[in-house]
């Protein structure tokens, strides 16, 4: 199909929206089937009953922030103490998704979609966050591609490789990924303001979808949601009540929805059992998400140089603040009756060293081997290809779907704040700094054209990697901490990371070609990331920090204002 030239005119067709909703992303005909009237009438009632809500909620976060800059640590809320301490439990898990014990997880995009859909796991997680980069065309096309998926009449034509591609009878069940409460949607102006993100995705998903998953996916609930990048309970509080008015518009029963939250935020693992208690109608439980919990950490001390990481890679499972959160999420979520999910595995196949690639996938069966002794009940796999070994590590539950009643995980009521916030132990090096910059750059370089989940060292890397690597580098940075790992005492500085760049710029230059360095977006990729790294305040986030360099703005029809 012909799509529209980037140049409205007064005859060129423009989406009906409501009022007060102005729609600044390129027409196409196909997008106009998801923005049509009615859905974009339901985003806008959403961003109009809780703005205020997550404006609020906002502000909460940057005065919590103000507080830990100035030295203070999160910790179990005092005033929520009887939610800790209660008998409560959340509903009851929905059957349609009580075994989950391997997801699959990927971007909105059309063949991902068939094959996480087709691949063998109990879950597919289409994600709109950390492993897409939200231009109009990507957030767009997930919609439409996820509603062929609902349908059932989803195929993908891979010309270069002469196949076509569709769904198996047996399908894994669809959970999808809004955005995090921080993102705006520039491209749906809501009375004149970018509308929230993650109520974009939500509400367009919600409208066109609920019925009909609902008959072939979740026996009677659903939709099936992943939330991320919570800090507090009065943001579940809020997504619980978007559930509930959008239960109520479509006329399904209170409980229908259920989501699973992303811990992996610090001060997020004080609240599980707040989150739990405020979606306690809406849950199917947590999930580790370790790579931004890392992240997290190290954003959460930006201003605490007594609390630096070491290199990235030695920040694993082992650490005793990285286990301590790990199992208290389990005995949190089986106390209350719902999944305890693991983390993700990012490994893909080498397919031209096979040792590297045995000794990469052994890496793979030991974490998830220690995952359902320690008693999650599903755990995560980037690409097909770990599937297999996934499903062998959690046939250790035997014929049970899941662990939430056997696994109770009494002996984590020991845990404390200070098993939570332990310094890792490690050195740091050179060749840290290196590979932060390294990933940081190239992840960059790929967002910016449009890929928001990137094959790097055989591993898929998503945004969580890219701020890891962007916020160590600027805490090194700002300390001059020793790399001490090294044994040669150096410091690290400006000047030292300059070079760094510098050299890490000739080096993926190397690795990726002339030719393809020349056409991305490397150059400018290096100049934010640097940027991002050497600022004197660091950044909330490296993809709200960039947005605006995807933002593809279209004039209005003149005929309509």
């Known amino acids: 199909m012909e799509l529209e030239t980037s140049v409205y005119r007064p005859?060129?067709?423009?989406?009906?929206?409501?009022?007060?909703?102005?729609?600044?992303?390129?027409?196409?005909?196909?997008?106009?089937?998801?923005?049509?009237?009615?859905?974009?009438?339901?985003?806008?009632?959403?961003?109009?009953e809780f703005r205020g809500h997550v404006r609020y909620a906002m502000e909460c976060r940057r005065e919590a922030k103000r507080r830990y800059n100035s030295g203070a640590v999160p910790g179990f809320d005092p005033s929520t103490k009887f939610i800790r301490d209660g008998e409560w439990v959340c509903a009851s898990v929905p059957p349609a998704v009580a075994d989950r014990r391997v997801e699959i997880t990927g971007p909105v995009e059309r063949k991902m979609i068939?094959?996480?859909?087709?691949?063998?796991?109990?879950?597919?997680?289409?994600?709109?966050?950390?492993?897409?980069?939200?231009s109009w065309e990507n957030l767009m096309r997930?919609?439409?591609?996820?509603?062929?998926?609902?349908?059932?009449?989803?195929?993908?034509?891979?010309?270069?490789?002469?196949?076509?591609y569709k769904l198996n009878d047996l399908v894994a069940k669809l959970f999808v990924r809004p955005r995090g409460w921080h993102l705006p949607?520039?491209?749906?102006?809501?009375?004149?303001?970018?509308?929230?993100?993650?109520?974009?995705?939500?509400?367009?998903?919600?409208?066109?979808?609920?019925?009909?998953?609902?008959?072939?996916?979740?026996?009677?609930?659903?939709?099936?949601?992943?939330?991320?990048?919570?800090?507090?309970?009065?943001?579940?509080?809020?997504?619980?009540?978007?559930?509930?008015?959008?239960?109520?518009?479509?006329?399904?029963?209170?409980?229908?929805?259920?989501?699973?939250?992303?811990?992996?935020?610090?001060?997020?693992?004080?609240?599980?059992?707040?989150?739990?208690?405020?979606?306690?109608?809406?849950?199917?439980?947590?999930?580790?998400g370790r790579w931004d919990y890392i992240f997290s950490y190290v954003k959460t001390f930006q201003a605490h140089p007594d609390r630096l990481l070491?290199?990235?890679?030695?920040?694993?499972?082992?650490?005793?603040?990285?286990?301590?959160?790990?199992?208290?999420?389990?005995?949190?979520?089986?106390?209350?009756?719902?999944?305890?999910?693991?983390?993700?595995?990012?490994?893909?196949?080498?397919?031209?060293?096979?040792?590297?690639n045995e000794m990469a996938l052994d890496l793979v069966k030991k974490d998830k081997l220690r995952e359902v002794r320690a008693g999650h009940d599903g755990t995560w796999a980037a690409h097909p290809g770990l599937i297999p070994i996934c499903m062998d590590a959690f046939s250790h539950m035997g014929n049970n779907p899941n662990q939430i009643k056997s696994m109770k995980r009494d002996d984590a009521s020991a845990i404390t704040e200070e098993d939570l916030l332990q310094i890792p132990r490690g050195v740091r090096t050179l060749e840290g700094l290196r590979l932060n910059t390294r990933v940081g750059i190239q992840y960059l370089a790929a967002w910016l054209t449009g890929s928001g989940s990137v094959p790097l060292y055989n591993l898929m890397e998503d945004a969580a990697t890219a701020e890891i690597s962007r916020v160590q580098n600027w805490q090194w940075i700002r300390y001059g901490v020793e790399l001490d790992g090294d044994g040669l005492g150096v410091r690290v500085s400006k000047e030292l990371f300059g070079r760094v760049v510098e050299e890490e710029m000739e080096r993926i230059e190397k690795e990726v070609g002339k030719d393809k360095f020349k056409k991305g977006m490397y150059k400018e990729a290096c100049k934010m990331f640097t940027k991002q790294c050497t600022a004197a305040e660091l950044d909330d986030f490296l993809t709200l920090a960039v947005y605006d360099h995807i933002v593809a703005h279209y004039p209005i029809n003149a005929s309509r204002l």
């Open 310 to 356: 070491p290199d990235r890679v030695l920040v694993g499972m082992g650490q005793h603040f990285m286990r301590s959160y790990s199992d208290l999420l389990i005995r949190t979520c089986h106390k209350r009756g719902v999944h305890a999910m693991g983390g993700m595995a990012a490994q893909i196949p080498i397919r031209d060293d096979p040792k590297a």
């Open 142 to 164: 997930g919609q439409v591609n996820l509603k062929d998926a609902v349908d059932g009449t989803i195929t993908f034509n891979d010309k270069a490789r002469n196949k076509v």
């Open 11 to 48: 005859n060129v067709a423009v989406y009906d929206s409501p009022d007060g909703v102005e729609i600044r992303g390129r027409y196409d005909q196909v997008f106009a089937k998801i923005l049509t009237r009615d859905a974009l009438g339901f985003v806008a009632e959403l961003q109009r």
């Open 114 to 134: 068939i094959n996480a859909l087709n691949s063998g796991a109990k879950v597919f997680m289409a994600d709109f966050e950390d492993a897409l980069s939200p």
């Open 185 to 288: 949607e520039a491209h749906i102006l809501i009375d004149g303001e970018p509308a929230t993100g993650c109520l974009v995705d939500f509400g367009l998903y919600f409208f066109h979808n609920y019925a009909k998953f609902r008959q072939t996916q979740g026996s009677g609930f659903g939709p099936f949601f992943y939330l991320p990048k919570m800090e507090h309970s009065r943001e579940a509080k809020i997504w619980n009540s978007v559930f509930e008015r959008a239960e109520k518009m479509a006329g399904i029963e209170r409980g229908s929805i259920r989501a699973t939250v992303l811990i992996e935020t610090l001060p997020a693992v004080f609240q599980m059992n707040e989150i739990l208690y405020e979606l306690r109608d809406h849950s199917v439980g947590l999930n580790c």
